[in-house]
């Protein structure tokens, strides 16, 4: 496959010839660091990059770099580049339906079960990105929809890629726009080919089909595409939802044609079938004919409910390739999380960890905490006494509540990192938790935990 791919690309268009040097030298240092052992610097240690250039160093142009890598190369040597540079998945430990392991990527690995930050608008708001490495996201997640609207794809593909862009040099996965046309767009009109909308940011005009969702995706440089599909909200009728899963079908063998090989990017399909077993299993099936590098569970945190959320992942999960990332999207405050995680998902995201950051809501250990709440006003212990984070080392409940109450930056700055590094801490508690075969009691102590409320005011 690497070597095809350097014969079709014998000749590089001037684009991609342009930032050759510093791409060779970047994956060189990378694949070195690997190699000895050592861990490559985190971000935010060490202020900007090694080329002068923030902390952007790697290329979006993988498949071109993997292969002449691979190719300056024989035999074993040759062989683990390659694999480096290819997408791959592998699971180190299971508890129960419960998985942990690895999905490998060129821009990085991705332990798992993972939480993706929702970067909607090529920002995670309120955070630079080495803050959001730091505490400890090895994804990122951008919305198609909202980059196509602005700044554009084009754009910022002439701009060198989303990663370079926003300065994130780690993977990201991109949803397909279906989910977010249908939630925010006016004047949508669905047809076989794919939908119309008007824009809610200047009421123009936009197209989406499968192709053109992996060209926005493939111009953007996503590491993990998603399958264009659509998502009807629940509760719908089972006819609704037959058909729409159907669609989506058709959409997602369209979108797998569209996407084409590309080596050291993956491409998820989408389950669908709401809450209807049969059609899950439809869906399923379908979407394992076609075959895809992992697979999501949509259709899901739309309005069920958590109850009928679980009882749906009680058997959806089961349905897909047990050997590739599953992945539940838009999920969810930190008890989802655990339950999906138990039930067999390997990935989420949700905006809740961010937005709530912007409105004074904190999330911990002990539950959520509104800091907004007079009760704090005097209070100068931390948020969470056990927490790593900025907010919780350097400030009390008293600062965090006059910055609330002020609508200062800085809190929604602070109480953002704090909730983005809570989540992260929970997704490592269960990573280890799920290796050393106690996710059971993980998951009581977390209730317990929680159960107790938030520490007694002074
Ligand atoms: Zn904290």
């Given at each position: 496959m690497q070597h095809r791919q350097v014969r079709r690309h014998g000749v590089l268009p001037r684009t991609e010839r342009r930032g050759d040097l510093t791409r060779g030298h970047a994956i060189g240092a990378g694949l070195d660091q690997k190699a000895e052992g050592v861990e490559p610097r985190r971000l935010?240690?060490?202020?900007?990059?090694r080329d002068g250039a923030g902390l952007f160093h790697e290329s979006r142009n993988i498949d071109e770099m993997a292969a002449r890598q691979a190719c300056r190369l024989r035999g074993g040597a040759a062989r683990a580049i390659a694999q480096s540079m290819n997408f791959s998945f592998a699971l180190n430990a299971t508890d129960g339906a419960a998985r942990t392991g690895v999905i490998s990527t060129p821009r990085g690995e991705i332990r798992t079960p993972a939480f993706m930050p929702v970067?909607?608008?090529?920002?995670?708001?309120?955070?630079r990105p080495e803050s959001v490495r730091a505490t400890g996201a090895d994804i990122l997640l951008g919305n198609t929809y909202h980059l196509m609207l602005r700044p554009s794809a084009e754009r910022i593909d002439r701009l060198g890629g989303l990663h370079k862009f926003m300065n994130w040099d780690r993977p990201i996965l991109t949803d397909s726009g279906g989910f977010q046309v249908m939630s925010l767009a006016s004047l949508r009109k669905l047809t076989e080919k794919g939908v119309t909308f008007k824009s809610h940011i200047d009421g123009s005009k936009h197209e989406i089909t499968p192709e053109r969702s992996m060209e926005i995706q493939k111009l953007l440089g996503s590491d993990i595409v998603m399958t264009f599909d659509e998502c009807p909200a629940l509760p719908a009728d089972r006819t609704r939802i037959a058909e729409s899963m159907r669609l989506s079908m058709r959409w997602a063998q369209r979108s797998r044609d569209a996407f084409g090989d590309r080596p050291g990017h993956a491409l998820f399909g989408i389950q669908q079938g709401g809450l209807e077993r049969d059609l899950r299993e439809e869906s399923a099936e379908a979407l394992r004919v076609v075959g895809f590098d992992g697979y999501a569970v949509g259709g899901?945190?739309?309005?069920?409910?958590q109850e009928a959320m679980f009882g749906c992942l009680d058997y959806a999960p089961a349905?897909?390739?047990?050997d590739k990332p599953r992945y539940l999207m838009g999920v969810g405050k930190p008890d989802d999380i655990v339950g999906a995680v138990k039930r067999g998902i390997d990935m989420m995201d949700c905006v809740l960890p961010s937005r709530s950051g912007r409105t004074g809501q904190a999330w911990t250990r002990r539950g959520q905490v509104n800091l907004?709440?007079?009760?704090?006003?005097?209070?100068?212990?931390?948020?969470?006494?056990?927490c790593t984070c900025p907010a919780c080392a350097n400030y009390s409940r008293a600062y965090l509540h006059h910055v609330v109450r002020s609508q200062e930056m800085i809190a929604g700055m602070l109480l953002t990192w704090h909730n983005l590094h809570y989540y992260q801490e929970l997704m490592g508690g269960m990573r280890d938790a799920i290796a050393a075969q106690d996710f059971a009691d993980f998951e009581t102590r977390f209730h317990a935990m929680r159960a107790e409320g938030d520490i007694d005011r002074l």
């Open positions: 935010g240690e060490g202020g900007e990059g970067g909607t608008a090529a920002t995670v708001k309120a955070m899901l945190a739309v309005g069920e409910g349905q897909l390739p047990e907004r709440n007079a009760r704090h006003a005097d209070d100068p212990r931390p948020l969470d006494e056990t």
